[in-house]
């Protein structure tokens, strides 16, 4: 009986090594949290570090289209990839349909992860921005190679 007790507390912790080694090699990651923001005609997003101000800015860029010179996306993104390989950080956009196919669009960015969680941004600005129109929805996801570690999505999507 103590034998056979004995012969278990030694084979759990190796099999838990194990276990872990296996899992070692595999890519995780996540999208934690995504900003969607206008930028006005001098690039700002807002006009003072407050974030009430922010949003009150916001709301003012979204009711005068005429003021916006892009959109921009700050992304908060945590990922431990697998070795070897390129993150990727893909922004899909969709525009609204004024009697035709929605135009859409994708933004995308090679990313470096670190220990702990990073911001990156994404912008659709220019010409590009002016030939899309209104945005009626997005999707962020986090790409190891083929592999889609996260994703975040509006409502709509």
């Known amino acids: 009986m103590f034998k056979t007790m004995r012969r278990s507390l030694i084979c759990l912790p190796l099999m838990l090594l194990l276990a872990a080694a296996v899992s070692a090699g595999a890519a995780t990651g996540r999208v934690i949290k995504v900003l969607p923001q206008f930028l006005?005609?001098?690039?700002r997003h807002a006009l003072s570090p407050s974030l009430y101000d922010r949003d009150a800015y916001q709301v003012y860029l979204r009711q005068h289209?005429?003021?916006?010179?892009?959109?921009r996306f700050n992304v908060q993104w945590k990922a431990k990839p697998a070795k070897g390989t390129a993150l990727k950080l893909r922004v899909e956009l969709r525009g609204s349909a004024h009697g035709r196919l929605p135009p859409q669009k994708i933004l995308e960015q090679e990313v470096k992860s670190g220990t702990f969680s990073r911001w990156s941004t994404l912008t659709l600005g220019g010409d590009d921005y002016k030939d899309f129109g209104e945005m009626t929805a997005w999707r962020?996801?986090?790409w190891d190679g083929a592999q889609m570690l996260g994703e975040q999505k509006s409502f709509l999507w």
């Open 140 to 142: 962020v996801t986090l």
């Open 40 to 43: 006005d005609l001098q690039g």
């Open 65 to 71: 289209p005429d003021q916006r010179s892009a959109l």
